[in-house]
């Protein structure tokens, strides 16, 4: 017999399933990263979206409920590599005042896959006449909008109070090489030497 043709209603399920694994995912992200922060207000955006993101799991077997499909998770590439970025940020950066921009960073990287990935999933849906899981998708596509516009107000805020503390107590020695936890040898070699005080001249234009 002849191969069938692939339809909409295939690359729904599929990429359903694609989301699945992320949604997953994203609740292990979430719950890692409220650990890490440091900032409390961070802190606990991360375990209210961690709440949330288990509801969105739900939410997703609710889908796969109304198309009739089994509940199942396919590996998503995309949120893999979100996440091995984040564990090696949180390596690099774990300690450092930098740490909680980073960790911002990595969970807005995560937000805007799934900001994808809903918003294609709710217009296919509209278009199969899915209307119910449009709407399920919808709410969760709202949520993970809100979540990404709360961590940029919380990014702003933070580098705000960050530029205000470092002029106010005015730390001596603060931006010293401090040694510890360097030279991992992860990165390439034309990365090396950074944060060295001496490699002027790299021509970046960094400080102007
Ligand atoms: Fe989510
Ligand atoms: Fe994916
Ligand atoms: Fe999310």
Known sequence: MAAKRKTLNDAFYETLKDVFYAEKQSVRALKKSAKSAANDELKQAF??????????VERLQQVFEIIGKPARSKTCEAMQ????????DLEDFGDSPAADAVLIGCAQA???YEIARY??????AMQLGLEDAAKLLDETLQEEKRTDELLTQIAERANAEGDEGEGEEDEEGEDQP??????????????????QPK?????????G
């Open 47 to 56: 375990e209210t979206h961690a709440e949330e993101s288990a509801h969105q």
């Open 81 to 88: 590599g979100l996440t091995a970025e984040m564990e090696e």
């Open 110 to 112: 995560v937000e805007h």
């Open 119 to 124: 918003g294609t999933l709710k217009t296919w």
């Open 178 to 195: 401090k040694s510890k936890g360097r030279g991992k040898g992860k990165e390439d070699a034309d990365d090396e030497g950074e944060d």
């Open 199 to 207: 490699s002027k001249g790299r021509g970046k234009g960094k400080a």
